[in-house]
């Protein structure tokens, strides 16, 4: 019977490894022009796991599985139904760019489950062996997407570079949470923050296994000095994993910390507090300055997501609900609004043209006055313009921040975002006072077309009215973290 309720609580988890398996055979008796049916197989999958998980949240409670090695609460279903629905988007706007360039393939959408099925994981993981299996799935995933052009060099060598600095990041992050085991003598995140509130044990031993934790994870989600990976990974991969990496990953990263930092190590928080300090500031500044130097518009995103992973630490470091809140409310404003960014530069490819240069938005309201007053809404989001959800995403880490006494960072914040408005203005100014380079019409697939709209809706929508995504993420956090 154990078993059996093991399964039951991971049946989402379950089921997506499956229906992978399941593709995967089936995609080999297909040829290239029944590819449809693989990927409306991926679609179902989605729809499944989120129809799995939305019956086990309606049933309330915390579920435990595997003997406390997964846990399966409220945030966690939030958590895994905003990556479905992320990951969702990903393969429609992707649709197309992949079919031009010979990748929609059997690969490309079991990579894309597996890689989800490492977020899953990751996101249920009560104990340090899981997190870590759920984060190599992810990673490794992560590896053969950017790789899975073949004939695109710049692919290889960004997954050649990812591949070196993952590693390299995981061997840090696995050394860190050994020193902590050897000092607690547990693996259990529960267990472990017990063991450490007890006292009695070497605290400097602690620490240092704490600061190559806080390494790992900072190289994870793209923060300073960790963030080297970041800017050719962006560049370099194929858009469609871009969008992938710079969205639906983040969603997992941020229930990576939540798991290890907030639940595991929150006895320790006056010792990784500063170490979240110190990465928030380096992070905004070289973010928002360098960005302002790109000509390369995914390489700008890159930069502007290092930026973004700075606001996103404001709440953490707050050490409070209110910020733990907020930080779930920026990341889940931030998928948005990457979802609709990408979408854009995803519209504007075409067979043997990348759309990725700033010019190549040179005259869009030209082309298309609706398409360029979505990107419109989505610059001014990401620069943090009212009434748009991106505003209410600052304003909310930011007062956090102001709320745990460190006045002095929220100035700073909010000077920076300031200055990192000019990139994202520099956009809106290119669409709509510069003559096209580019006069060939924009002809998106219908469901595309209709996605991207809402899409860019939603970021105005939820700019203008926050509390039901504010109340999702605040009703996730406090019936799962104590």
Not at 48 to 74: E, K, P, R
Not at 180 to 205: C, F, K, R, W
Not at 278 to 285: D, G, K, N, P, R
């Amino acid at each position: 019977m154990n078993i059996l309720s093991d399964i039951y609580t991971a049946l989402p988890e379950f089921f997506v490894l499956c229906m992978a398996m399941l593709i995967l055979i089936v995609d080999l008796f297909l040829d290239d022009t029944q590819r449809y049916f693989t990927y409306a197989l991926t679609q179902l999958t989605l729809l499944g796991a989120a129809v799995m998980t939305a019956m086990a949240h309606g049933n309330g409670g915390v579920g435990y599985a595997f003997s406390g090695l997964f846990v399966d609460d409220a945030m966690a279903h939030t958590l895994k139904l905003m990556i479905y629905l992320s990951t969702s988007v990903v393969l429609v706007y992707s649709r197309t760019y992949i079919a031009l360039r010979g990748m929609f393939r059997g690969e490309f959408f079991v990579l894309i489950l597996f890689a989800m099925l490492g977020m899953m994981v990751m996101v249920s993981g009560q104990n340090f062996l899981t997190l870590y299996m759920g984060l190599e799935l992810l990673s490794l995933c992560l590896y053969s997407l950017v790789a899975l052009d073949r004939e695109n060099p710049r692919a290889t060598e960004a997954a050649m570079k990812y591949f070196v600095l993952g590693a390299l990041a995981s061997g840090m992050l696995l050394y860190g949470m050994s020193m902590l085991y050897g000092m607690t003598g547990s693996l259990d995140l529960t267990q472990v923050s017990t063991a450490i509130m007890g006292g009695e044990l070497n605290h400097p031993v602690l620490i240092l296994g704490l600061v190559f934790v806080v390494a790992g994870l900072a190289f994870k989600l793209g923060a300073v000095p960790f963030q080297m990976w970041l800017p050719d990974v962006y560049q370099g991969a194929p858009t469609a994993v871009t969008l992938f990496i710079g969205s639906v990953s983040k969603l997992a990263g941020f229930a990576f910390v939540m798991r290890l930092l907030i639940q595991g190590l929150q006895i320790l928080a006056h010792d990784w507090q500063g170490m979240l300090m110190i990465m928030a500031v380096l992070s905004i500044i070289i973010g928002n300055i360098t960005a302002i130097a790109q000509t390369n518009l995914k390489r700008m995103l890159a930069y502007s997501t290092i930026s973004h992973v700075g606001f996103l630490l404001f709440g953490f470091f707050s050490g409070t609900m209110n910020g733990f809140v907020s930080s779930m409310f920026y990341i889940s404003a931030y998928v948005l609004m990457t979802l609709g960014g990408f979408g854009i530069i995803l519209l504007l490819s075409r067979e043997g043209f990348e759309a990725e240069e700033l010019d190549d938005l040179r005259g869009l309201n030209a082309r298309s006055p609706w398409y360029a007053f979505i990107m419109l809404i989505l610059m001014f989001s990401m620069a943090g313009v009212p009434p748009t959800v991106g505003f209410y995403a600052k304003f909310a880490v930011l007062q956090a921040a102001l709320q745990a006494g460190h006045v002095g960072l929220v100035v700073f914040g909010v000077l920076m975002a300031v200055i990192g408005a000019f990139y994202y203005l520099r956009i809106v100014k290119l669409m709509y006072f510069d003559e096209p380079l580019d006069t060939a019409p924009i002809q998106p697939p219908m469901d595309m077309a209709l996605l991207l709209s809402v899409n860019g809706l939603a970021v105005l929508a939820f700019g203008l009215f926050p509390e039901r995504l504010m109340g999702i993420c605040a009703s996730a956090i406090l019936h799962s973290i104590q």
